[in-house]
């Protein structure tokens, strides 16, 4: 298959979407080439068969001269190749822009969407695309019979078991995200004052891992100074965002990740702390019918900052042959279910191969 690519960002080092280049290389392994159209590029480490070609936001071009670039990039790579799928990764904008050309020539489009938003834009791209993909039922926020669930994509090679399953000195706890009211971080600090109040013996620590973006610098400061109320210095620290492997290492030497985003949609964050083994705690209710089955304690029904302190501490209590096992369930059920190589399978061979394409190949057997 020849594969078209649709993405926001191609470069291995960004914080937020360096896991795409990973996507691009387990595509790559099941495709004859692919030609990534992308907003914008920085450090690449794709296969040798994957061409990437951005519309130039890394060069400060504007809106008018992108998005000239994107259909001259576009145009080329149609008339140059014989594309047998599109795939607009998190880009409902590229989907909806190259659906015209792609009906000439065509070629089926595949939207990946997994937010809770739902922008005028995705409503037009759910109606160009021949086929929707996303984590979980909930994730797509419009009904459509165009949807298929197909899991997430982890690398659980990269997101590994953590060395060391015992309990340390101190009780770690991160919570992984952008700092954001919306990921209630506020809530995990009150919990953190309650489990403080009520933890015994045990020492603790939580690490906050994520950019702080200026549209939410008044929501960063305003968690300093409930950190600085509580007496929580010493114990609650910020990281900003981390890069691939530090981000893994984080995940390795944890205790517990907290994730109290209630977006109904599986949390990649969550994901990869299971896939490292790594006890999780959250109100997502996407991950409650996974979870209850192998530890009630992991889910928590709402953001009752008195309930998550409550599993915090029953957590922490679990002997540490106990929370390995937990843990190795947790990796268990990502490698089967969310698996990076497992979702690339699943899109060249099942999901992108359109209907004209398998009659051809049928009627020339």
Known sequence: MNLLVFNLATDADDPILGFTTDWLNALARYCEVIHVITMRKGRLAVAENVHVHSVGKEKGYSELRRAWVFYRLLLRILRENKIDAAFAHMMPLFAVL?????????VPVTLWYVHRSTPLLLRFAEVVSDSIVSSSE???????????????GIDTDFF??????????????????????????????????????????????????????????????????????????EKVRFTGSLSSIDLRRQYQEANLLVNLTASG???????????????????????RAVLEPIEPLLFVPKNDPYAIADHMHRIMALSPEAR??????????????????????????????????????????
């Open 98 to 106: 190259a659906s015209p050309l792609l009906i000439i020539h065509e």
């Open 160 to 233: 590994s078991l953590k060395e060391n399953d015992g309990f340390s000195s101190s009780f770690e706890i991160i919570s992984v995200s952008r700092i954001s009211p919306i990921k209630n971080i506020h809530t995990l600090i009150h919990a953190a004052n309650l489990f403080q109040n009520s933890r015994g013996e045990h020492a603790f620590e939580i690490k906050i891992i994520g950019a702080e973006l200026e549209r939410d610098q008044l929501y960063a400061d305003s968690l300093r100074k409930q950190i600085e109320g509580f007496g929580l210095t």
């Open 138 to 152: 909930a994730s797509f926020p419009l009904e459509s019979e165009k949807l298929t669930v197909v899991g997430h």
């Open 324 to 365: 390995t096992e937990i843990g190795r369930r947790l990796r268990d059920l990502v490698v089967a279910e969310h698996d990076l190589d497992r979702l690339a399978n699943l899109l060249v061979n099942e999901v992108f191969v359109s209907k004209h394409v398998q009659d051809g190949e049928e009627g020339g057997s």
């Open 265 to 287: 949609s599986f949390d990649k964050v969550v994901l990869e702390a299971m896939s490292c083994g790594v006890l999780v705690l959250t109100s997502n209710t996407a991950f």
